[in-house]
């Protein structure tokens, strides 16, 4: 199955994605992560990725698809994959309609979660990162400790720039203006599932599972539906139905 995981900044489609990969065990392919080792590692993108990622806007579409088109030519990602921030813009959502035409796949869901504003502020302006690992901990979870509980780092803790209340009510604003009509492209097309993100990270996580039991049942019937009423199928026909189901 392919997932595209979708909802604004804050949402937590990466903690979401991160465990469906686990579970599902399909790769998690973050644009942002693949941006931030780019970041890091100071490539020619990288370095112009950076500049724009830091104020809150939207790496331009071209790169974005350059890297996903990389990405998804991998072979883990071959029986199947969760996209996290991608496709963010509509521009993007027609490439990638495109490039999944391209390796045959017509069998994807998008899953939009969803929270207000006030709540996604609250929840990435109390985030900080850890300078040395990147990794990402709530002010809560990390309160009177000074050594980061994933790589030991001292004092590596701080708010990331577009962690800033600032730029996240400009990422909100891009979020609305660009990629909400990504998720009308979708809903257009009867691709869209939509989850309640308000919730400690399980439930919710519970709630795109079921939804994915869903997903792959109403598949199967439709895919019995077309046996049934193909009664006199020819071997072709049976031949065909296996490989979809593959
Ligand atoms: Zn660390």
């Known amino acids: ?66 890297i996903i088109k990389e990405r998804l030519s991998k072979p883990d990602s071959q029986n199947g994959f969760i996209l996290d921030g991608f496709p963010r813009t509509e521009i993007q959502a027609v490439a990638l309609d495109k490039l999944l035409e391209e390796m045959n796949i017509n069998q994807f869901a998008v899953v939009n979660i969803y929270a207000d504003d006030e709540e996604l502020i609250k929840r990435l302006n109390c985030r900080r990162a850890c300078k040395e690992c990147g990794k990402i901990f709530s002010l809560e979870k990390i309160d009177g400790l000074d050594k980061c509980q994933n790589c030991g780092a001292e004092n590596s803790f701080y708010l990331r720039d577009d962690d800033k209340e600032d730029v996240i009510r400009n990422r909100l604003k891009v979020f609305k203006s660009s990629t909400l009509p990504v998720l009308n492209y ?61």
């Open 186 to 246: 979708y809903q257009e097309r009867g691709k869209v599932v939509s989850v309640n993100g308000i919730g400690n990270i399980e439930d919710v996580n519970n709630l795109i599972l079921a939804e994915h039991r869903k997903l792959k049942k109403d598949h199967s019937f439709f895919l019995i539906t077309a046996l049934n009423a193909c009664p006199s199928s020819s071997l072709m026909i049976r031949i065909f139905i296996f490989f979809t189901i593959a």
């Open 1 to 66: 199955m392919r997932l595209i995981l979708f909802g604004g900044p804050g949402v937590g489609k990466g903690t979401q994605a991160k465990i469906l990969s686990e579970k599902l065990n399909i790769p998690h392919i973050s644009t942002d992560d693949i941006l931030r080792q780019a970041v890091k590692d100071k490539s020619e993108m990288g370095k112009k990725a950076g500049e724009i990622m830091n104020s809150g806007n939207l790496v331009p579409d071209d790169i974005m698809v350059c």
